[in-house]
């Protein structure tokens, strides 16, 4: 595998939280902090009505901008949803895809996140693959099986050329938004994992140059313990990304030693 050249990412998943101006305010601290800290990329995933907005407060900064969720179809009758060629125009140039709240309460399905990942690659949007088990899951000792399965039918399709750009999040379910973090070694194993995976899809030279995040709970108590992981390329943050107290050191600490 070469040498790792992944820059750290921390990343802020904003849910259906924060109106206009508690969102200026973060974006302006955070795009403040990208001029003096190089060495992490920042990226922020507000609700869609907000996504012009902020790309147009950070624009000139390091920060970047995700959407959180978008459909596979270009256009058409699917009222409620957004194409990935709108997300691209409203200024995001990334996309959350497949989040355990748009599994398991929304019902996605495996199969309509491969679609979403094409159809992102295909407007040159990154995605950012959210996998993980449920908690029934780990117990009954599955939790490689079913990020494995989730993984190969997402990226089924997607050539070595896109692979490289694919940030793949891992998010146990049972540690979202619970307080619950998955320990340092627990997290090390499946990032490991999915690192292998990635490389068997590929090759181990587009699986090095893919970010693979840890999500679930992440707070700046428990960042260090995470970040120091040779696999985990840094995080993706509910919670604790809603406010500059909590995300900026998180953010500071996310660089690799
Ligand atoms: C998330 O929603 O992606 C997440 C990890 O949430 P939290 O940090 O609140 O657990």
Same mark, same amino acid.
């Given at each position: 595998m070469s040498e790792n050249t992944r820059v750290p990412m921390a990343a802020g998943n904003w849910k259906m939280n924060l109106g206009r101006d508690s969102a200026?305010?973060?974006?302006?601290?955070?795009?403040?902090?990208?001029?003096?800290?190089?060495? %992490?990329? =920042?990226? %922020?995933? !507000?609700?869609?009505?907000?996504? !012009?907005?902020?790309?147009?407060?950070?624009?000139?900064?390091? %920060?970047?901008?995700?959407?959180?969720?978008?459909?596979?179809?270009?256009?058409? +009758?699917?009222?409620?949803?957004?194409?990935?060629?709108?997300?691209?125009?409203?200024? +995001?140039?990334? %996309? =959350?895809?497949?989040h355990s709240e748009r599994r398991h309460v929304f019902g996605e399905s495996d199969d309509w996140i491969r679609r979403k990942v094409g159809a992102a690659l295909a407007a040159d949007l990154v995605p950012i693959l959210c996998v993980g088990e449920k908690l029934e899951e780990r117990e009954a000792g599955r939790t490689l099986d079913v990020v494995g399965r989730q993984l190969s039918i997402a990226l089924d399709g997607v050539g070595a050329d896109d692979g490289a750009k694919i940030v793949v999040a891992y998010e146990p379910v049972w540690a979202i938004g619970t307080g619950k973090t998955a320990t340092p070694a627990d997290a090390r194993e499946v990032h490991a994992f999915v690192r292998r995976s990635l490389a068997e899809t590929w090759d181990g030279e587009t699986a090095g140059r893919a970010h693979i995040l840890y999500g679930g709970s992440v707070k700046p108590s428990n960042i260090a313990g995470l970040i120091a992981e040779p696999d985990i390329d840094g995080t993706l943050v509910g919670?604790?990304?809603?406010?500059?107290?909590?995300?900026? !050191? =998180?953010? /500071?600490?996310?660089? /690799?030693?």
């Open positions: 200026r305010k973060l974006v302006d601290e955070l795009r403040n902090l990208s001029y003096s800290l190089e060495s %992490v990329q =920042i990226l %922020v995933a !507000p609700p869609a009505l907000l996504l !012009p907005l902020v790309a147009d407060w950070v624009s000139g900064s390091r %920060v970047m901008v995700a959407a959180q969720n978008m459909h596979w179809e270009a256009r058409g +009758a699917f009222t409620g949803e957004l194409s990935a060629s709108m997300v691209r125009e409203a200024g +995001a140039t990334h %996309v =959350i895809l497949g919670g604790a990304s809603l406010t500059a107290e909590q995300f900026v !050191p =998180i953010v /500071k600490s996310s660089m /690799k030693r």
